[in-house]
């Protein structure tokens, strides 16, 4: 069975900086192509980044770029989005997702599984 497992609940302040993870089971994360999703209040699911199969970094979301950053830990089947100078704005429902295909898309109906969410707040 497939899981994919995420971090919990953050409130960060404006400014500041944070990790979330999200951690498979069921399969391994060397072939596929990884994205994180953002889902603000009353909003459409919408990609951020995404990690190729190759593992090329492609931005969906042009005010990720220069703050966040993907990377994962093969040995722990764990990927990561590293999120830095954080702003209101960014405040959200986070989503990994799995492309079992390898390749990055922006189209939330492309992924094949997804985590349960996290709930990211940045104060002002």
């Known amino acids: 069975e497939v899981h994919l497992v995420e971090s919990g609940v953050v409130l960060v302040q404006a400014g500041g900086s944070l990790t979330l993870s999200c951690t498979a089971s069921?399969?391994?994360?060397?072939?596929?192509?990884i994205a994180w999703f953002r889902q603000a209040s009353g909003k459409e699911r919408e990609g951020v980044l995404c990690y190729t199969s190759s593992r090329l970094s492609i931005y969906y979301e042009d005010s990720a770029k220069g703050r966040f950053t993907i990377s994962i830990d093969n040995a722990k089947n764990t990927v990561y989005l590293r999120m830095n100078s954080l702003k209101p704005e960014d405040t959200a429902v986070y989503y990994c997702?799995?492309?079992?295909?390898?390749?990055?898309?922006?189209?939330?109906?492309?992924?094949?599984?997804w985590g349960q969410g996290t709930q990211v707040t940045v104060s002002s």
């Open positions: 069921g399969f391994t994360l060397d072939d596929p192509a």
């Open positions: 997702g799995v492309q079992a295909d390898g390749r990055c898309t922006a189209g939330a109906h492309r992924y094949n599984y």
